[in-house]
T-cell receptor, first 116, second 114 residues
Framework: GAVVSQHPSRVICKSGTSVKIECRSL??????MFWYRQFPKQSLMLMATSNEGSKATYEQGVEKDKFLINHASLTLSTLTVTSAHPEDSSFYIC????????????FGPGTRLLVL | GENVEQHPSTLSVQEGDSAVIKCTYSDSASNYFPWYKQELGKGPQLIID?????GEKKDQRIAVTLNKTAKHFSLHITETQPEDSAVYFCAASGARTSYDKVIFGPGTSLSVIP
């Protein structure tokens, strides 16, 4: 149980285009999902906290107009990287916390974004 | 806010030996401490966690200890195997609600030499 999926697993896009990444909790409902970014050989950096039915909470330094987050249901959150630039190339990972529990975060497999 | 430090950054051990990774945290209100294993190109996988009302927890070859007074916790892997090679992250959270942030340490790259 507690499986989180992400789609796509990797994406290559041209500079200036937008990319949408989906995060789904497959066998549980998640009131809260988190979006992280990870650069090579670095730790996970929290970008934003996504709560179902409300606006996401962004970490300091993360542009909310550039990284659009939508959490429309208890099993789906999306991250849209708008007007992507090469410096946005990174590994994006989501996690979800079951609505029934308050602690454990289960992570998705990540999405590798390369902006040319 | 919470700050989590982790040592060492890299660790090489011979197969069969033990590996120990140590972490410290700054926020005394943190009460939930998960450990994640991340293999190359994959998302982190929860391997064990401990809550502040427990001093030690063990799951087969993996154990975690917590010293709340000193604000440090450690991961112990015994009888290491090559498949244990990965990056390990410790983390800390207040875990009062489902939207409490989990703050990660910088990671330890573990190599188990056959």
């Amino acid at each position: 149980g507690a499986v989180v999926s992400q789609h796509p697993s990797r994406v290559i896009c041209k500079s200036g285009t937008s990319v949408k990444i989906e995060c789904r909790s497959l066998d549980f409902q998640a009131t809260t999902m988190f979006w992280y970014r990870q650069f090579p050989k670095q730790s996970l950096m929290l970008m934003a906290t996504s709560n179902e039915g409300s606006k996401a909470t962004y970490e300091q330094g993360v542009e909310k107009d550039k990284f659009l987050i939508n959490h429309a249901s208890l099993t789906l959150s999306t991250l849209t990287v708008t007007s992507a630039h090469p410096e946005d190339s990174s590994f994006y990972i989501c996690s979800a916390t079951p609505s029934s529990g308050v602690e454990t975060q289960y992570f998705g497999p990540g999405t590798r974004l390369l902006v040319l | 806010g919470e700050n989590v430090e982790q040592h060492p950054s890299t660790l090489s051990v011979q197969e069969g030996d033990s590996a120990v990774i140590k972490c410290t945290y700054s926020d005394s209100a943190s009460n939930y401490f998960p450990w994640y294993k991340q293999e190359l190109g994959k998302g982190p996988q929860l391997i064990i966690d401990i809550r502040s009302n427990v001093g030690e927890k063990k799951d087969q070859r993996i154990a975690v200890t917590l010293n709340k007074t000193a604000k440090h916790f450690s991961l112990h892997i015994t009888e290491t195997q090559p498949e244990d090679s990965a990056v390990y992250f410790c983390a800390a959270s207040g875990a009062r609600t489902s939207y409490d942030k989990v703050i990660f340490g910088p990671g330890t790259s573990l190599s188990v030499i056959p």
